[in-house]
Structure formats: C-alpha cells, structure tokens
C-alpha cells in the first residue's frame, strides 16, 4: 500500500495540488489535478490559495517557528475521508427571495406555521408508535410460533431420542427468517443494516447520508429486525426503531414521498435541511421513546446527538412527539392485549417494576457499583476491538451481497447450535413454581416439575430473558449457567452486530450485563451468608446491563434518563449514573464507543463538540480549503455549466465576488451561492437576456427550490445550448449576500465552535481587505479531529 501521507508548504503558492471544498477527492486515491484560472468573456474563475492538512497528534520538531511553535511542513492527508457524504444546509440561505417572503408573511402566518409544527410532530409520534406496535406484535407471534413448534419437538424426541432433528430444526427455522431478514438488506436497501442509530448521529451531526431517510429504507428496516429478532439471532428490535422514526419524520414533514412520486401539495415550507433537521430528531426521540417508554430520555438523545442551537419550542415540540409515540404504542398494546386502557407497556422493553424492599441499595455499595461500571468499560472496549476487527474483514473480504447473506446464515446456524448445546449440556434444573412465569419451559432432562434454567435466557427472545434476569426469584440460576451464557453470548454478539440484517445492540448489550451483574449478585451474597438480602440478584444484573451498556454505546445523559424512566424507579438514577460514568471513562481509555467506530471506518465527516485540545496554535489558514473556485455576481452561463461539470471537483459552495469598476484591485467577496442553486437556476434559464426580452414566463420563486429538494437533479440532465452558453446570469438575487467570514488567523477552536454551533456547511476565511483566500467546510474540520491515529486506521480499513 503507498503512503498517503505527503509533505507540502502551507504557504501560498500557485502550484499546490489541492483542491477545494468538500468534493475532494480524499477517498478513491486518483491523481487531483492541478489548478487553473480560466476566462471566457467578462465571466471568469477565480481559483485562490491553497490547501493544508495537519496532524495534531505530531510531534513538534526542531524545524518550528519557535514563536509559534507552528511546522513549516505540515502532513496532508488526502485519504481521509469519502466523497459520497455531503453537508446539509442547517443554516438558512437568506437571498433576497427568503427575505421577501419572511417579510410578506404576517403574524397570523407565523402562528399557522407553528401550528403546523405541532401537528406534524403529532403525525410523527401516532406513526412511530404503531410502527412500533406492528413490530411488537409480528415479532411476538413469529417468535411464539418458532419457539412452540421447537419445544413440542424437543419434549418429543427427550422420550425417545433424536433430538439432533430438533437441532436441526431450530437452525433450518432460524435461518429462513434470516434468509428473507438478509436478501431484503443485502440486495434492496444495504443503508438499513445495523441499528441505523450511527447514521441518524451522522444526519442530526449535519452529514447527509445517502438514503438514509427513504421510505423503501424504512419497509426494509421494519420488516428485517422482525426477521432477524424472530430468527433468534443475538439482536434486539430497541435500536432500529430511532431509525424508524427519523424516517417518518423525514417524510411526514415534507408533505410529499419523493420515492413513490406523490406530492400532497403539504408543509412546502418546511422542505429544507434547517426544518427537516428538526423534525428528524423529534422522530429520533420518538423512537426512542417507543423503545423503552423514556420520553424525556428520547428529548435527551436528540440533544445529545443533535446539533447545540436548540430553542425552547422546539424541545418542547420533540417531547410532545415522545409522549404521544410512547402513548400510542401502550394504547393499541392494551387493546392487542385484551386490557383496552391498560398502559402498562410504555415501550417495546419493558424492564418490569423495581419497587420491593429487597432491591434498595444502600451508600456502601456505591464502591462496588462503580466497580462494576469499570468492568462493564472493560467488557464494552473488548467488545468494540472485537467488532472493529470484524468490521474491517467484512470490508475487505465480505462485501458482496450474496457473501452477506451467506454471513448472516452461518452466524444463525451457529447460534442455533450454540444454544442448543448449551441447553442441553445444562443440568441447572429449577423447580417451576406458581412464581415463575418462563414462557417456554424446557423440561430437557430435569425431573418433573423442573425446568430447565440455561433453557430461560437462550430459548426465548432477548427481551424475556432480560426481564427474568432482573426479577426472577433468588436461587433461580447457578454461577456457572450465568458464567456460560456470558461467555457464549458475548461473543455471539460481537458476531452479529455488523451483519447485513437490520438490528440492534442494545438488548444484547443489556442482556450480556444483566447476566454477569446477577453473577456479581450471587457471588456477593455467598460472601455474606448470614445477611444476603442487600446483594440481592435482580439489583445487580440491573447495575450489570447498565455497565454493559454504557461501555459499549458509551453513553451518560440520555442513557441515564433513558435507564431510570425504563426501570420506573428514580432511586437507582445516582447509581446508575456512577456506573455509566465510569464505564466511559475507562472504556474511552482502550476504545471508542462502538457507534463512533463505525462512523470513522465509513470515513464520515463527523465533528464532536469540542476541536482537538491541542489545536490552539492552528489558525483558520491552516485550516481551510483552496484554491476556492468563485464566481463573479453576474457571470457567464458557459462560466457555471463548466464548473459544475467539471467531475474532479465537484465543489458544492461557491464564494461571489464583485470587481470594483475601473479599478485593479482584487475582487471581494459579495455573497455565496449553492450548487443546488444554480442548478435550478439553469434549469428555469434564469438568464439575463432572457429577462430584457420578457421570454421568461415568470420571476423564480422560493417554490421551485422547494420543489426540487432534497433530489436537485446533476448537472448533466441541464440541457444549455450554445447560444445560452454565451448568456449571462445575475446571481445577486439568489445568493446569500450575507454568508459568515472569518480572519485568516482566526484560532482553530473558535472555528470550529462558529462551525459546529450554527451548523455551517461553508465558512469564508477572508484578509483583511474581505479578499476570498479561503473557504472551511466540514471535512476540513472533521479531518483534523481524526489525528494520526484516526489516519493509521482508515488506511487499514481501507486497504
């Protein structure tokens, strides 16, 4: 493999390589072409400064300026990250026609807008609710199903032997849900593997993700982890259903489905990123909050995930979708379960009440819940070293759709086998009480009147097996059936999670915590024969899942609200809390989380909330992009449509700049404009001449815009011909005459605050003379932020 990594001066010069804005080509290796300044007519291209890279991590050498302590060679990386993911729009483009339009628009507008709001954050709770229900149901019945048809044959064959045909049973059934779960994936919609909880971080993080937020995702998602859940496979249904409501709100909020080609004439203005962001995250939380019947921790996940300029409404607004998802899914529950007004379901989990005596804690076992939190770091960080490990061999050997599918077949027959000689090479038998209320009781070989313990945690869907961790009765499982199950489970697990199927970690996650935190329980109360009630079982395996969980996800807030309002108990949040805490930082000391590794081996230009540490000596001019690619306010068309044609750039912002007459100064910057926009603007023939002549039909509204968004259609379906070519456009009514700019020795940090805090997609670095010298986009930050290690992984995963 060639190295990637290349010295070159970060001062201006006329014959650097780079290129700018977010269209580097920073992913496929091939050569960038050098840089040129072109004319045609009164229309021109103006290509200025240069492009740097740093690596943070570095160390200074003896070549610095002294003063500054800056390199005068700096590292740059050019294969850092994909040129599939573009930036969204969040901050809005106030041109002239935005401007106009706010301005017309009365009180009693404004009011009927917020309304509007509502109401549709309303749509997006009642249909991430049923969605939620539907998949509650369909799992519940197809797994009943499976689990019946097994046990009867397995009590069958006990008697008079061949239970390898019920092995074989459980693998063929296993399989052929994950055979429809993974060809649907694999072949229809690839975007709706996984949880989708990492792509959702990337969209409300200001990345557009490709089809992430397509209707065809969604069917494929909702029907896949019913697929995957009923095919037994170590995963849960909790986490794609973020993904599911991010979906609906990305379609409810538009009034219109772009994939089956069908406009309700609804909510046009809410057809850009800044209002659609918005609702996505009141359809995250609402996932969220249909998941585990956490409401406010749904509002929190949004904060936590989403970008920093949120308003009381909006708040406001996501947790009104919480509530009503949340009480949608307990009401048709109720009435699915013959108890019409019963809501005592708030989620698809549902962790049971901890309210006895026996499961108080008490101050001295703080220690040890933290304890705990530091195991769980400990197993969460060799869970996502596992994960990454296998993450990269999918990449590199399993990336064709019919190995995917092989992939997942093989992890089910496997589990399958697995569970099954686990079960069966069990002899913890229980006695099956009036209190135990085990779905499936495998009597195996255990006398009568027995069941079979192993048989509780692996012949049942995750979520069961979670709730009787937590409440069965003391004495209901051996040390070594919870130390097997942890041990096989885990690495299960770690298996599953990146197959081509849609699921999700979070139940397994809980599932492997509450059975080695029961473990905790029972090992504690052996210590203290004589007074075992405060080591109680249930207590612990809830500290476990939590521990677990937080070391694997790594997160604090959200998870804390989400775990307490589960659990419906808001003693155990100081507790919880400790665990969480330590369990991300001692995780963070060996590992990312698990979503931020997937997110960085898809070379995804994510930014965290704060820049580097060690990032105050960097200032804007090191940052930034150039040569930057301009257009004059009044341009020639020929000018655009070879700029925008042009596939070695692919620049998506564009600085406007003015000429001051009769005068040889350099021009300064007037305005920035899209290329979205100009696309739209070639396509109406938006040209000067057309207007004096009055052949153009009407002047261009916000509508058409909004009518091409979000698919603005390539520049190569604009048909200009040569006459049209040698025309002229006006672009001072549509760009943004007031983009944000920055001092070209403006530091680093503050930067990348401005960026990230208003959810900027280009950021002009001007000179003091409001010259263009440079432009900052999400990628030049994001690349920064990776260091030199996050380089030495991405040419592993990528090689």
């Given at each position: 493999?060639?190295?990637?990594?290349?010295?070159?001066?970060?001062?201006?010069?006329?014959?650097?390589?780079?290129?700018?804005?977010?269209?580097?080509?920073?992913?496929?290796?091939?050569?960038?072409?050098?840089?040129?300044?072109?004319?045609?007519?009164s229309?021109?291209?103006?290509?200025?400064?240069?492009?740097?890279?740093?690596?943070?991590e570095?160390?200074?050498?003896?070549?610095?300026?002294?003063?500054?302590?800056?390199?005068?060679?700096?590292?740059?990386?050019?294969?850092?990250?994909?040129?599939?993911?573009?930036?969204?729009?969040?901050?809005?483009?106030?041109?002239?026609?935005?401007?106009?339009?706010?301005?017309?628009?009365?009180?009693?507008?404004?009011?009927?807008?917020?309304?509007?709001?509502?109401?549709?954050?309303?749509?997006?709770?009642?249909?991430?609710?049923?969605?939620a229900?539907?998949?509650?149901?369909?799992?519940?019945?197809?797994?009943?199903?499976?689990?019946?048809?097994?046990?009867?044959?397995i009590?069958?064959?006990?008697?008079?032997?061949?239970?390898?045909?019920?092995?074989?049973?459980?693998?063929v059934?296993?399989?052929?849900?994950?055979?429809?779960?993974?060809?649907?994936?694999?072949?229809?919609?690839?975007?709706?593997?996984g949880?989708?909880?990492?792509?959702?971080?990337?969209?409300?993080?200001?990345?557009?993700?490709?089809?992430?937020?397509?209707?065809?995702?969604?069917?494929?998602?909702?029907?896949?982890?019913?697929?995957?859940?009923?095919?037994?496979?170590?995963?849960?249904?909790?986490?794609?259903?973020?993904?599911?409501?991010?979906?609906?709100?990305?379609?409810?909020?538009?009034?219109?489905?772009?994939?089956?080609?069908?406009?309700?004439?609804?909510?046009?203005?809410?057809?850009?990123?800044?209002?659609?962001?918005?609702?996505?995250?009141?359809?995250?939380?609402?996932?969220?909050?249909?998941?585990?019947?956490?409401?406010?921790?749904?509002?929190?996940?949004?904060?936590?995930?989403?970008?920093?300029?949120?308003?009381?409404?909006?708040?406001?607004?996501?947790?009104?979708?919480?509530?009503?998802?949340?009480?949608?899914?307990?009401?048709?529950?109720?009435?699915?379960?013959?108890?019409?007004?019963?809501?005592?379901?708030?989620?698809?989990?549902?962790?049971?009440?901890?309210?006895?005596?026996?499961?108080?804690?008490?101050?001295?076992?703080?220690?040890?819940?933290m304890?705990?939190g530091?195991?769980?770091?400990?197993?969460?960080?060799?869970?996502?070293?596992?994960?990454?490990?296998?993450?990269?061999?999918r990449?590199?050997y399993?990336?064709?759709?019919?190995?995917?599918?092989?992939?997942?077949?093989?992890v089910?027959?496997?589990?399958?086998?697995?569970?099954?000689?686990?079960?069966?090479f069990?002899?913890?038998?229980?006695?099956?009480?009036?209190?135990?209320?085990?779905?499936?009781?495998?009597?195996?070989?255990c006398?009568?009147g027995?069941?079979?313990?192993?048989?509780?945690?692996?012949?049942?869907?995750?979520?069961?097996?979670?709730?009787?961790?937590?409440?069965?009765?003391?004495?209901?499982?051996?040390?070594?059936?919870?130390?097997?199950?942890?041990?096989?489970?885990?690495?299960?697990?770690?298996?599953?999670y990146?197959?081509?199927?849609?699921?999700?970690?979070?139940?397994?996650?809980?599932?492997?915590?509450?059975?080695?935190?029961?473990?905790?329980?029972?090992?504690?109360?052996?210590?203290?024969?004589?007074?075992?009630?405060?080591?109680?079982?249930?207590?612990?395996?809830l500290?476990?899942?939590?521990?677990?969980?937080?070391?694997i996800?790594?997160?604090?807030?959200?998870?804390?609200?989400?775990?307490?309002e589960?659990?419906?108990?808001?003693?155990?949040?100081?507790?919880?809390?400790?665990?969480?805490?330590?369990?991300?930082?001692?995780?963070?000391?060996?590992?990312?989380g698990?979503?931020?590794?997937?997110?960085?081996?898809?070379?995804?230009?994510?930014?965290?909330?704060?820049?580097?540490?060690?990032s105050?000596?960097l200032?804007?001019?090191e940052?930034?992009?150039?040569?930057?690619?301009?257009?004059?306010?009044?341009?020639?068309?020929?000018?655009?449509?070879?700029?925008?044609?042009?596939?070695?750039?692919?620049?998506?912002?564009?600085?406007?700049?003015?000429?001051?007459?009769?005068?040889?100064?350099?021009a300064?910057?007037?305005?920035?404009?899209?290329?979205?926009?100009?696309?739209?603007?070639?396509?109406?023939?938006?040209?000067?001449?057309?207007?004096?002549?009055?052949?153009?039909?009407?002047?261009?509204?916000?509508?058409?815009?909004?009518?091409?968004?979000?698919?603005?259609?390539?520049?190569?379906?604009?048909?200009?011909?040569?006459?049209?070519?040698?025309?002229?456009?006006?672009?001072?009514?549509?760009?943004?005459?007031?983009?944000?700019?920055?001092?070209?020795?403006?530091?680093?940090?503050?930067?990348?605050?401005?960026?990230?805090?208003?959810?900027?997609?280009?950021?002009?670095?001007v000179?003091?003379?409001?010259?263009?010298?440079g432009?900052?986009?999400?990628?030049d930050?994001a690349r920064?932020?990776?260091?030199?290690?996050?380089?030495e992984?991405?040419?592993?995963a990528?090689?």
């Amino acid at each position: 493999m060639a190295n990637i990594t290349k010295k070159v001066s970060w001062s201006s010069r006329g014959d650097d390589s780079g290129l700018a804005g977010e269209g580097t080509p920073l992913l496929n290796g091939t050569e960038i072409p050098k840089p040129s300044r072109q004319l045609s007519g009164s229309g021109s291209v103006f290509r200025i400064g240069r492009f740097s890279t740093v690596d943070l991590e570095d160390d200074i050498t003896s070549e610095e300026d002294p003063i500054r302590g800056r390199p005068k060679e700096i590292p740059h990386n050019e294969k850092l990250l994909s040129l599939k993911y573009e930036s969204l729009d969040y901050d809005n483009i106030e041109n002239q026609l935005f401007l106009e339009e706010e301005r017309r628009m009365s009180h009693m507008g404004f009011r009927c807008l917020e309304i509007s709001r509502w109401v549709i954050c309303g749509l997006i709770g009642i249909l991430t609710g049923l969605i939620a229900c539907f998949i509650d149901i369909m799992v519940e019945k197809l797994a009943g199903c499976k689990y019946q048809v097994i046990k009867e044959n397995i009590e069958k064959f006990t008697e008079v032997g061949g239970l390898s045909i019920s092995l074989i049973l459980w693998a063929v059934l296993n399989c052929a849900f994950v055979l429809v779960g993974g060809i649907m994936v694999a072949y229809f919609e690839p975007i709706a593997a996984g949880s989708g909880i990492p792509q959702i971080k990337c969209y409300l993080n200001g990345v557009k993700i490709p089809r992430v937020v397509r209707l065809k995702t969604l069917l494929v998602k909702v029907l896949g982890v019913i697929c995957s859940v009923a095919g037994g496979l170590a995963v849960g249904k909790e986490g794609p259903m973020i993904h599911s409501g991010a979906v609906v709100a990305a379609g409810v909020s538009q009034g219109r489905s772009t994939s089956l080609k069908r406009d309700f004439k609804m909510f046009e203005y809410f057809r850009r990123d800044t209002e659609k962001r918005d609702f996505v995250s009141a359809g995250a939380a609402a996932g969220v909050s249909a998941a585990f019947g956490a409401p406010v921790g749904g509002v929190l996940f949004s904060l936590e995930e989403g970008a920093s300029f949120w308003n009381q409404m909006l708040t406001w607004r996501i947790f009104f979708a919480s509530m009503i998802s949340t009480f949608t899914l307990n009401f048709f529950l109720s009435i699915y379960h013959g108890k019409p007004g019963d809501l005592s379901n708030p989620g698809l989990i549902n962790f049971g009440r901890f309210e006895s005596d026996s499961v108080a804690y008490y101050y001295y076992e703080l220690p040890l819940f933290m304890g705990m939190g530091a195991i769980g770091g400990l197993l969460g960080a060799l869970f996502n070293s596992i994960n990454y490990w296998l993450t990269i061999f999918r990449i590199r050997y399993v990336h064709r759709p019919c190995l995917q599918v092989m992939e997942a077949l093989l992890v089910a027959a496997v589990t399958a086998t697995v569970s099954f000689t686990m079960i069966y090479f069990s002899n913890d038998c229980q006695p099956l009480g009036p209190e135990h209320n085990e779905e499936y009781p495998l009597q195996l070989f255990c006398a009568d009147g027995e069941y079979n313990s192993m048989a509780t945690a692996f012949f049942n869907t995750p979520e069961r097996s979670v709730r009787s961790l937590f409440h069965n009765q003391p004495g209901s499982y051996n040390p070594l059936t919870l130390g097997l199950f942890t041990l096989t489970y885990f690495f299960l697990a770690c298996w599953t999670y990146g197959l081509a199927v849609s699921a999700g970690v979070f139940i397994p996650s809980l599932l492997i915590g509450a059975a080695w935190g029961r473990l905790c329980g029972i090992l504690l109360a052996s210590f203290t024969p004589t007074s075992p009630i405060w080591a109680d079982p249930g207590k612990y395996a809830l500290i476990g899942a939590a521990a677990q969980l937080g070391g694997i996800v790594r997160m604090t807030l959200s998870l804390t609200v989400i775990m307490v309002e589960a659990t419906g108990n808001v003693t155990y949040g100081l507790p919880i809390m400790l665990v969480l805490m330590t369990a991300k930082i001692v995780g963070d000391y060996f590992q990312e989380g698990l979503y931020d590794i997937h997110i960085k081996l898809q070379s995804v230009p994510f930014l965290h909330w704060e820049a580097p540490a060690t990032s105050h000596w960097l200032t804007a001019r090191e940052v930034m992009s150039s040569p930057v690619t301009c257009f004059n306010r009044i341009e020639k068309v020929g000018t655009i449509v070879d700029v925008l044609s042009n596939t070695s750039t692919n620049h998506n912002g564009f600085p406007v700049v003015v000429q001051v007459l009769d005068s040889d100064e350099p021009a300064k910057l007037c305005g920035l404009i899209l290329r979205s926009q100009l696309i739209v603007l070639l396509k109406h023939k938006v040209f000067v001449e057309l207007a004096r002549s009055r052949l153009s039909q009407r002047k261009l509204q916000l509508k058409d815009f909004r009518d091409a968004y979000p698919r603005f259609p390539p520049i190569q379906s604009i048909h200009v011909s040569q006459d049209e070519r040698e025309c002229m456009m006006d672009l001072t009514e549509f760009m943004n005459a007031t983009p944000y700019t920055v001092p070209q020795d403006t530091s680093l940090p503050r930067v990348f605050k401005l960026f990230r805090a208003l959810g900027l997609r280009h950021l002009v670095v001007v000179d003091d003379e409001n010259r263009v010298i440079g432009l900052v986009t999400r990628k030049d930050l994001a690349r920064y932020h990776l260091g030199k290690h996050g380089l030495e992984e991405l040419q592993l995963a990528q090689t």
